[in-house]
């Protein structure tokens, strides 16, 4: 009887079926984590996009705010006056504790990212009629020392259509785009304006 060569085990032929099973499960597996993945990260990215934009656009009315105190500030030391248009920035740099809030932190640029109402350059804070609905300082592009009037607010608005405004009296708005037509820039104004309120 035949034995076969000395040395020689039986022969067990490599189980491809099995394998071909295996490695199409991992990849099954590997594709559908990467599909989920890619749905939550579509999901959650807007989620993410929009509690970024409301930090920044609640740091903006901080550092804006800021600069309406310093205003005020200002006008105590310098006969109850607003500073020139032409030198705004510097005339309050000395009553802002930190240069960082002349900048909006949703503009891009360490540089201002915020105007003077040009009409109430050098005149007595008493001359505005109605402070609460006039606009004092309201965002723009950047630059240093930035005064206009609302050919100045940024075309595209920075915080989700909305626009950050400090008014003559101090106190801060979130103005929508389709409200910028509203806000009164007349110092001299003897009709009170619709105040803008925020949503």
């Known amino acids: 009887m035949n034995m ?22 991992v990849a099954v597996a590997v594709l559908g984590f990467i599909f989920i993945s890619a749905i939550l990260a579509a999901i959650m990215f807007p989620v993410f996009a929009r509690a970024r934009e409301k930090a ?20 105590t030391n310098w006969g ?21 809030n002349f900048a909006c932190p949703s503009a891009g640029s360490s540089m201002p990212g915020y105007a003077m109402n040009a009409r109430l350059s050098g005149i007595r804070a008493k001359a505005v009629k109605y402070p609460v609905a006039t606009i004092m300082l309201f965002e723009c592009e950047p630059g240093v020392n930035r005064a206009g009037g609302p050919a100045l607010l940024p075309s ?42 925020s949503p």
């Open 156 to 197: 595209h608005p920075r915080h989700m259509g909305r626009h950050t405004t400090c008014f003559a009296d101090g106190h801060a708005k979130m103005i929508e785009q389709s409200a910028a037509g509203t806000l009164n820039w007349d110092p001299a104004s003897k009709t009170a304006p619709t105040r803008p309120m």
């Open 56 to 75: 920044r656009e609640t740091q903006c009315m901080s550092h804006i705010l800021q600069l309406g105190v310093a205003m005020s500030a200002y006008q």
């Open 4 to 25: 076969g060569h000395p040395g020689s085990g039986p022969y067990n032929p490599p189980k491809s079926g099995n394998s071909t099973i295996i490695i199409v499960v």
């Open 80 to 100: 109850d006056t607003y500073p020139p248009s032409g030198d705004w920035n510097g005339r309050l740099a000395t009553y802002v504790k930190d240069p960082a």
